[in-house]
């Protein structure tokens, strides 16, 4: 884990965002995580600033704080409103409010970003490019222009700097998470380090727009036989980490009702599709689009989906597809029992979950949807429900799985826009039925088993170099052996006093009855000394006696 960094640099924003928490009421933080003084002595004492922010709810004042804070915390913020499995219902429901708007860069900026990252002067990159944005967003900002061979294009480009104040923030969010971890018990048992770490992680996916390029690319080969799906081509000559160039899209709003009916366009079918193409992602191929905000899906003629904006991704292995696979087929069943052996399969439980009172929380759960059609149950109010009961009981629930209940329930909220008598299970039986056949498949677990041969193959070669290297380090004692023996305390302390009892007796006996043993031969050979002899071994008999006693009482105490 990170250490505090000592920077001018980070000093100055660890001061700037020890102001902003002391203002909205969080002083305290500073003080549980031992950096208040450090930052400022006295800044933890103070309290709110104005009325207004007085007035405001706890959770109305972290998503002002994050706000203020800038782009990282606003991300930071839009990310933890997915988890509800670890923050309370009214922080999640502020922080969903977030809006990742601000105003367009200086277009000269803009200009010299994209110069800087292409090699050449802008008229000759583009043959008209409008200084103007289209959209903007705390990391980036999308121009509209026209390649010189006529074909209209769409620039992403990231915003000049943001990158570098990203990376400030980030050793913050690190540093402080270590200090939580380290500190609180509620950092200790969230790992919160692994979370900002995984976080940092999507954070700098999100800036590298060569990888959103990449995304783009392989979804494209995931759909190139369904012609109900569209992905803008990705310029490559065009394109690096900071600027993106991809072919413009000029579509519907999916939900702009109004344009729909006007181009005649089903809003059933769209309503369908924009579901089913999730779904087909989520379960087939486990690589899956999780920014699925309106803005972000766009409807061209004969009701064909184009998706954008690929920057954040979710990403399932073949175990948690068929974990999740499980959970699906335990809910169209409304099977309680199943449905909790489905979740505790994918790991969200720990040591110290009550599986029997979660059990009885999941049937409680079950019998509010008993004998509900399933056109009557909305997939966000379960998934809503399900998060809740996992923060009630401290569950550990992984962040890809996370990432699919709030990509299914933000698309269902679209569709039911579209269509209101949309129902998201009926569209789900048909691809978890498929998706089972090809998780449990002879040929899906051959795969398997190959793939974990392959593995033991590596370890195996590996393990000869690995023994030898432990061995060289033994012998120029580099690493030393220990061992100890848990649960044997108690019994060896036993037997260690019991053993010293019986030297001990025998060496006060080997005193006592020595000099009485050697009495005759002493007085067959030095007749004449007899008196001094005798004078001797009495003294000596009397010292062993003292002797003896000291011992008999120090085995006494070691034994109690």
């Known amino acids: 884990m990170p250490t505090l960094i000592q920077t001018f640099r980070h000093v100055r924003r660890y001061q700037q965002i020890g102001r902003v928490l002391t203002r909205y009421g969080f002083g305290q933080v500073l003080t549980q995580l031992g950096i208040a003084?450090?930052?400022?002595?006295?800044?933890?004492?103070?309290?709110?600033?104005?009325?207004?922010?007085?007035?405001?709810?706890?959770?109305?004042?972290?998503?002002?704080?994050?706000?203020?804070?800038?782009?990282t915390f606003i991300k930071l913020g839009q990310i933890l409103s997915t988890r509800a499995d670890i923050l309370p219902t009214e922080l999640v429901k502020e922080l969903e409010k977030l809006q990742d708007t601000v105003p367009a860069s200086d277009p000269a900026l803009i200009q010299a970003q994209i110069e800087r990252e292409l090699g050449k002067a802008l008229p000759e990159i583009f043959a008209s490019f409008d200084p103007a944005p289209v959209a903007s967003a705390s990391l980036g900002q999308v121009h509209l222009a026209t390649l010189p061979g006529g074909e209209e294009v769409a620039v992403k480009v990231l915003r000049p700097g943001v990158d570098r104040v990203i990376e400030v923030d980030l050793d913050i969010l690190l540093e402080l998470a270590a200090l939580a971890e380290r500190r609180t018990e509620w950092g200790r048992y969230y790992n919160v380090w692994s979370l900002a770490r995984e976080f940092a992680d999507t954070l700098h996916q999100e800036q590298n727009y060569e990888q959103e390029g990449h995304n783009m690319d392989r979804y494209r080969q995931i759909f190139a036989d369904d012609p109900s799906v569209y992905i803008p081509t990705v310029y490559w000559a065009m394109t690096t980490r900071r600027v993106l160039t991809m072919e413009r899209v000029q579509g519907i709003k999916i939900t702009d009702i109004a344009a729909l009916e006007a181009a005649h366009l089903d809003r059933k079918i769209v309503a369908r599709r924009n579901i089913t193409i999730l779904l087909k992602a989520i379960l087939h191929h486990g690589f899956f689009h999780a920014d699925p905000h309106a803005g972000n899906f766009m409807v061209l003629p004969g009701e064909v989906l184009a998706l954008m904006d690929f920057g954040i991704m979710g990403h399932l292995d073949q175990a948690e597809r068929l974990g999740l696979v499980r959970l699906f087929v335990a809910l169209l069943r409304q099977d309680p029992d199943q449905a909790a052996e489905a979740l505790l399969g994918l790991g969200i439980a720990t040591q110290s979950t009550d599986k029997?009172?979660?059990?009885?929380?999941?049937?409680?759960?079950?019998?509010?949807?008993?004998?509900?059609?399933?056109?009557?149950?909305?997939?966000?109010?379960?998934?809503?429900?399900?998060?809740?009961?996992?923060?009630?009981?401290?569950?550990?629930?992984?962040?890809?799985?996370?990432?699919?209940?709030?990509?299914?329930?933000?698309?269902?909220?679209?569709?039911?826009?579209?269509?209101?008598?949309?129902n998201l299970f009926e569209e789900l039986e048909p691809y978890v039925r498929e998706a089972i056949i090809e998780l449990e498949s002879p040929l899906a677990r051959l795969k398997d088993a190959i793939a974990r041969m392959e593995e033991a193959a590596e370890a195996l070669m590996l393990l000869p170099g690995q023994l030898q290297s432990i061995l060289r380090q033994l012998e120029n004692g580099e690493v030393q052996l220990g061992m100890a023996l848990k649960g044997w305390e108690e019994p060896t302390?036993?037997?260690?006093?019991?053993?010293?009892?019986?030297?001990?007796?025998?060496?006060?006996?080997?005193?006592?009855?020595?000099?009485?043993?050697?009495?005759?031969?002493?007085?067959?050979?030095?007749?004449?000394?007899?008196g001094a002899i005798l004078l001797l071994i009495v003294g000596g008999f009397l010292l062993s006696l003292v002797i003896t006693a000291v011992l008999f009482l120090s085995i006494w105490r070691s034994g109690h």
Do not use: C
């Open 356 to 422: 029997r009172k979660l059990s009885r929380d999941l049937d409680r759960l079950r019998l509010r949807y008993y004998g509900l059609d399933l056109d009557k149950i909305r997939a966000r109010s379960f998934f809503e429900e399900l998060m809740a009961m996992a923060f009630a009981h401290r569950l550990k629930m992984p962040s890809n799985l996370i990432l699919v209940f709030k990509t299914i329930a933000m698309l269902e909220g679209i569709s039911l826009q579209l269509d209101p008598n949309m």
């Open 37 to 71: 003084r450090a930052i400022a002595p006295g800044l933890e004492k103070l309290r709110f600033s104005s009325a207004e922010i007085l007035r405001a709810t706890p959770a109305e004042r972290v998503r002002m704080v994050l706000e203020e804070l800038g782009p």
């Open 493 to 530: 302390r036993r037997v260690s006093s019991a053993a010293n009892r019986l030297a001990l007796a025998i060496l006060a006996a080997a005193f006592v009855i020595g000099p009485a043993l050697i009495i005759p031969y002493v007085q067959q050979f030095w007749p004449d000394w007899r």
